[in-house]
C-alpha cells in the first residue's frame, strides 16, 4: 500500500493555523469533508469519539488522527503540516506539528491497520519528517509524502 493510494493533492494541508487540537481536528474534518462529500460533523465527531479512546498524538510532533466510517467507500487520508505545533495531549507530551488523518469503511479491518501502520512507517522516518518540515507547498509536501524512493527503507522497517 502506497501513501498515493490514500492521499490526493487536494487533501494536503500546509501552513496550518490551529489554536488547539480541537480546532485542529475541526480543520481537518473540514477539508475530509471535502474531499470524501461526508458531512463535516460526522468526521469531526468520528474523529473526537477516537481521541476519547486515548490520544493519536504518537510522539515526535506527530499524530495520526483516525477512524472508521460507514459511508466511506475507501481509506482516505488528509495531511497537514501546522504553521505553530500545538499541544496534543501526544505521548511524549511534545507539541505536534505533522498531522496525517486517516478515515476508513467500517468493514475495513486488516486495510485500516495496515494504512495506519505505513502511514507511522513514514513519519517514524526522520529523513522524510525533516523533508516535510522543511517543505514550503502543499505540492512539495505531496512529492515528499508519495515519494517511494525517499520512503523505501522506511517501508521495510
Known amino acids: ?28 474534518a473540514t477539508r475530509a469533508a471535502q474531499v470524501t462529500r461526508l458531512p463535516e460533523r460526522k468526521i469531526f465527531e468520528t474523529l473526537m469519539e ?43 507530551n511534545q507539541p505536534v506539528d505533522l498531522v496525517f488523518m486517516l478515515l476508513a469503511p467500517e468493514g475495513a479491518g486488516a486495510d485500516h491497520l495496515k494504512a495506519l501502520a ?22 512539495a509536501l505531496y512529492a515528499i509524502l508519495t515519494d517511494t524512493t525517499s520512503t523505501s527503507g522506511a517501508q521495510a522497517a
Do not use: C, Y
Open 1 to 28: 500500500m502506497n501513501i498515493s493510494d490514500l492521499l490526493k493533492p487536494a487533501a494536503v494541508m500546509v501552513s496550518l493555523k490551529a489554536q488547539g487540537k480541537k480546532h485542529l481536528l475541526q480543520e481537518i
Open 50 to 92: 477516537r481521541e476519547r479512546l486515548g490520544t493519536t498524538g504518537v510522539g515526535q510532533g506527530i499524530a495520526i488522527p483516525h477512524g472508521r466510517l460507514a459511508d466511506i467507500g475507501a481509506i482516505v487520508g488528509v495531511f497537514a503540516r501546522l504553521e505553530t505545533p500545538i499541544d496534543f495531549d501526544s505521548v511524549d
Open 118 to 139: 505505513r502511514v507511522s512507517r513514514l513519519l517514524r522516518n526522520q529523513a522524510a519528517t525533516e523533508k516535510l518540515r522543511a517543505a514550503k507547498t502543499s505540492e
